[in-house]
């Protein structure tokens, strides 16, 4: 009955959609679908460890819906920090901020970004495609990209950033950054650029050089683009997510992606290191072990698929598409890969199912003390859109025990929700500034925060300082 229902709904939008255009269906009509989703049988802590649950999909004829509409964090509001920490405002009045860079004399760089234009996206996606637009919208996600890189300074140490500039501007959709000796070598959605540094500059004074190209593309589903270097400089990493959720579109599309690439610094001759990864994001060190954070599947119902992080090996295959968590097989991809899913690599350690983990970094340097020690990882979770209950929202760190993730996942920053259930906040990349205190990139509050042991908050840093309510 309630399956005939949502058929029904579907029918009526499309056709409203076809005879009159995208605008005659109002939002109201778009909610309605979201009646068609399901609700987590699960308690939410089924999706994290080592061990998470895996039950029987859920198939329904619309992705689950629920949206945390994305609205201002009310005057003097903060997120709440876990017992024993405080945090502070770093750094507002920014545009989308997605990821944060720490330069090594204490500055910090924010990639102010958001999705390229992606038309085959919205031809492909078709009716489907137009609802989902809306559902970013509500969220948050749907505003024009800044295309820049801002630098913020914090001279006096007091955990806020005094004065900010445009370190470099005219990017297409940049993300990942990393410096090595005096190149800062930055991810754009398409191709992995440089630019010279000095320490100290604040904009970059030469071009914009063009190191490799990267799986981009008018599809482009997933468009971030995460980066690190090796130990020696002598490679870059570079995370590259699916053009879809499972191949939908066809294995055409997935070329080169739902993987991690390696490049050599100096020739930018590239290959793929890992795949079968659906959507890695954050990656990070614990000591030469590559790790990152991906997004798993949708459209199995609100208990699948469970986000992960993992160790990758080189050479490995994680599954994506033809199964998750290691060799559970997905029966919508076609043709089926049993040769390829009896070789796929069991994650490490599950974050909970569709909490969207994407920043990661290493607690190496971390002086937020007591749990939250050197020997493990922080990970911003933006948060649900498509679960009910919604999950995420949170900056969670994972302990370790020797090279191991291990324990239950421990709750650093929380609160980016409101009570009745708009989405204050949204947190993303997740790194250590110079003192070792977490800065979180928050791309609806459009805000940097800053979590630090109180003893600690307003210790000075080593290095050059800018306000959030500072001009450009």
Known sequence: ?????????????????????????????????????????????????????????????????????????????????????????????????????????????????????????????????????????????????????????????????????????????????????????????????????????????????????????????????????????????????????????????ETGRAAIWVFDRQSGQGRVFASGLRNPVGMAWQGDTLWTSVNERDELGSDLVPDYMTSVRDGGFYGWPYSYYGQTVDTRPQPPRPDLVATAIRPDYALGTHTASLGLASAQGSTLGGPFSEGGMFVGQHGSWNRKPASGYKVIYVGFNGAKASGPPMDVLTGFLSPDGKAWGRPVGVALDKAGALLVADDVGNVIWRVAAPKRAAMAQVGPKASGAAPR
């Open 1 to 253: 009955m309630i399956r005939t229902a949502c058929v029904s709904i579907v029918n009526a939008v499309s056709h409203q959609v076809r005879g009159h255009g995208r605008q005659a269906a109002p939002l109201a009509i778009v909610l309605l679908l979201a009646a068609c989703g399901e609700s987590a049988k699960l308690a939410s802590p089924s999706g994290f460890g080592a061990d998470p649950q895996l039950p029987e999909p859920v198939k329904t004829v619309l992705p689950t819906v629920n949206i945390a509409p994305a609205q201002p964090w009310p005057q003097g509001r903060l997120p709440t920090p876990a017992q024993g920490l405080s945090v502070q405002l770093y750094a507002a009045g920014l545009d989308h901020p997605r990821w944060v860079y720490v330069l090594p004399n204490g500055d910090v760089l924010v990639a102010e970004s958001n999705a390229p234009e992606r038309p085959l996206r919205q031809e492909l996606l078709g009716i489907k495609g137009w609802v989902m637009g809306l559902v970013m919208k509500r969220a948050g996600a749907a505003v024009p990209s800044a295309n820049r890189i801002t630098l913020l300074r914090d001279t006096d140490g007091d955990g806020v950033a005094e004065t900010r500039s445009v370190f470099v501007e005219n990017l297409n959709s940049p993300f990942g950054m990393v410096l090595v000796g005096e190149e800062l070598f930055i991810a754009n959605t398409d191709a992995l650029v440089k630019v010279r540094y000095q320490d100290g500059d604040t904009k970059v004074s030469g071009p914009v050089t063009r190191v490799a190209e990267l799986p981009g593309g008018p599809l482009n589903h997933h468009w971030t683009k995460g980066l690190v270097a090796s130990a020696d400089g002598r490679q870059l990493y570079v995370s590259v997510g699916s053009n879809s959720n499972v191949a939908e579109h066809g294995m055409e599309h």
